[in-house]
Structure formats: C-alpha cells, structure tokens
C-alpha cells in the first residue's frame, strides 16, 4: 500500500498532514496504538532531521507499506555544501550514500563530494569575546546537537540517505510484528 503524497515546506506547511497521514496508515493496517504512536514519532524526527540539516525545504513525503514493513520516504531538494553532506550521510545506518552503489554512482558522488562548496557561517566573522558581549547572546552556538539522528536510529531498523546532486531521497524502515 502506498499512501497519498504530502507535500512539506520549511513553514510547516504540510507537517501536521503528514503526521495525520501516518495515523490513517497505522489504522488502516491495523496497528497496535503503542506501533502507530511509534510510527508517528519516526515521521516527526525524519521530517524534523531533513529540516534541521537542510534549512530552507520544499519536500514530498510518503508511506509504503507491505506485510507489516513500513518505509517512509522523503524527497527534498537543497543547495548542498560539504556540511550539509556530510550530517545527511552520518545519518544513515551505513554512512553511505545510497546513490554510489554502481561504479557511475560512486563517481558521481566523489565528483559532487570534491565539487561541494565550504559552509558559509557569517557568524563567524565577530570574535568570540565580541559574540559574548552581545545583549541576549543574540548569537548562540547554531551546532545541530544531532537529536533527531540519534532519536530515529534507536526507534528504526534502517536509515537510507540517497544525494545526486541538490536532491536529497530518505528513506526510514521499520518493520512491526
């Protein structure tokens, strides 16, 4: 079974449908209310991730289900950077990017790797001791503390990152008895 489509962007838009289309994919398969609650918890950290790691997202978001294996994939597209790459692929349960798998693949993705430009952090540009200063430390560490890897990885049997280029397919897999 496949479910409808949703669309998500970085306003919001789109994330309470996505998460009531999990619901109705966890009552039409028959899921027990602790595996839908579940279910529910995988799409917030999987959009959650994506947004977090991306920034600005125009994404489609979907469930594929057979025989008590559920797949949740989103696809969204981004201007990449080394940084970018490098949260999206440590993502994944094998620290591969999934779309080097063939020989053309794997060139491709060291030529995009090699072609990435550096993260642009102007927050940078201010000394530290002058950041400090600031009232409300208007400029706070904006480091990703990596939750929602952390979070999918524990309740997930398999995160699968694939990157061509500025798009960006995951896939998260969970199978439920």
Known sequence: ???????????????????????????????????????????????????????????????????????????????????????????TTSRKNEAAKTFLGYLRNVFEEAMAAEPDHPENDLPVDVLKDLPNNAFEDSEWDGYERSVLRKLTDDVKIAIRGGLVDMTVSKKFN
């Open 1 to 91: 079974m496949k479910s409808d489509m949703i669309k998500i962007d970085n306003q919001g838009n789109g994330f309470q449908d996505a998460i009531a289309e999990t619901k109705k994919v966890a009552a039409m398969q028959g899921l027990g209310e602790q595996a839908s609650v579940r279910l529910q918890l995988i799409t917030e950290e999987m959009l959650s991730l994506a947004r977090s790691v991306t920034g600005e997202m125009q994404a489609s978001f979907w469930i594929e289900s057979a025989e008590g294996q559920y797949d949740l994939h989103m696809t969204t597209k981004t201007v990449m950077d080394k940084e970018k790459r490098y949260q999206l692929i440590n993502s």
